[in-house]
């Protein structure tokens, strides 16, 4: 009986556990497949690939309840939650850690709560405002480590343009999400930014090709992994914890992601990436715990490796 009672339990944290997993090792794998792809081809690749197994299982399941305008807002959700923000990524980690591109990628909630102040009328307390400002300086110490710094069209820049799509994308899928079947909406968001993705297949066909065997197996990876199984995870995870006591195990993934890059690729983390990142995680929790003034408890963002885009 206690066997049986304990599974409850561990499966849904091995849920959270292939999630913060296969999120953190997107990071170095993205990394690694630079050293022969380059990085837009790379997006197209692994979204083409990704988008196979999703429009396998589209015509399966056959959804439905999709109007016109919300075909519209999925691919402009395409268009930022994969496109955009894959190609600043992949740009960006052209140059920058994979340590350091995750702990600036998970500002997004910091920007997203700006969205809410901004667009939605919510308002930040005092706590919020430290918050910020806190994880922001914690973004410019570890750019400041980084080849380019902040300088705009640096790599640090670069990914703190897709941390800002993933912001802009979450939560313009919201609505979508609270209407509609969530595996629906990511699987056709993914359809949709593997076709903006497009334009660049033809040229990571051929660089695969020329690949090393790491190489392909990293880029297969990055399209089931993160995306479908991470997902799939995520979602189970949520369901079993609550989206706020779930989110919270997101705080993981940069910690992890620099553990398996020093492990994989031998980047060491320099110490303005642990201090920055230190800095960018603390302004994170404070804005999320207690930024937001009168603010439902919301799930935190997932990270843009999305079977939908973080990313």
Do not use: H, K
């Amino acid at each position: 009986m206690s066997n049986t009672r304990s599974i409850p339990g561990l499966l849904p944290a091995l849920a959270v556990a292939g999630t913060v997993l296969t999120w953190s090792a997107s990071f170095p794998a993205i990394r690694f497949a630079l050293r022969e792809l380059s990085p837009l081809p790379l997006a197209s690749l692994r979204f083409a690939l990704a988008a196979l197994f999703v429009g396998a299982w589209l015509a399966w399941r056959r959804p439905r309840g999709f109007s016109a305008r919300d075909y519209g807002r999925v691919a402009l959700c395409g268009c930022l939650g994969i496109a955009l923000y894959n190609i600043l990524l992949n740009l960006g980690q052209a140059e920058v850690s994979a340590g350091a591109a995750s702990f600036i990628v998970n500002t997004q909630p910091l920007f997203m709560a700006l969205l809410a102040v901004i667009f939605l009328r919510e308002v930040f307390t005092p706590w919020g405002w430290l918050g910020a400002v806190t994880g922001l300086a914690g973004v410019a110490v570890i750019a400041w480590g980084q080849p380019g710094g902040i300088a705009f069209g640096a790599g640090s820049s670069l990914v703190l343009g897709a941390a800002v799509c993933a912001a802009l994308y979450s939560v313009l899928q919201r609505d979508l999400l609270q209407r509609l079947a969530p595996p629906d909406v990511t699987a056709f968001v993914l359809l949709a930014g593997a076709v903006m993705l497009l334009p660049w297949l033809r040229d990571g066909l051929s660089e695969v090709r020329a690949a090393g065997t790491d190489t392909m197996l990293s880029v297969i990876f990055l399209a089931i992994g993160p995306g479908i199984v991470g997902q799939a995870c995520w979602t189970y995870a949520i369901r079993s914890f609550g989206a706020a006591r779930a989110g919270m195990f997101l705080y993981l993934i940069p910690p992890c992601a620099v553990v398996l890059a020093w492990i994989a690729l031998g980047e060491a983390p320099s110490l303005a990436t642990l201090l920055g990142g230190s800095l960018a995680l603390a302004g994170v929790v404070i804005v999320n715990s207690l930024g937001r003034r009168g603010a439902q408890s919301r799930p935190l963002p997932r990270q843009p490796e999305p079977a939908a885009g973080r990313d």
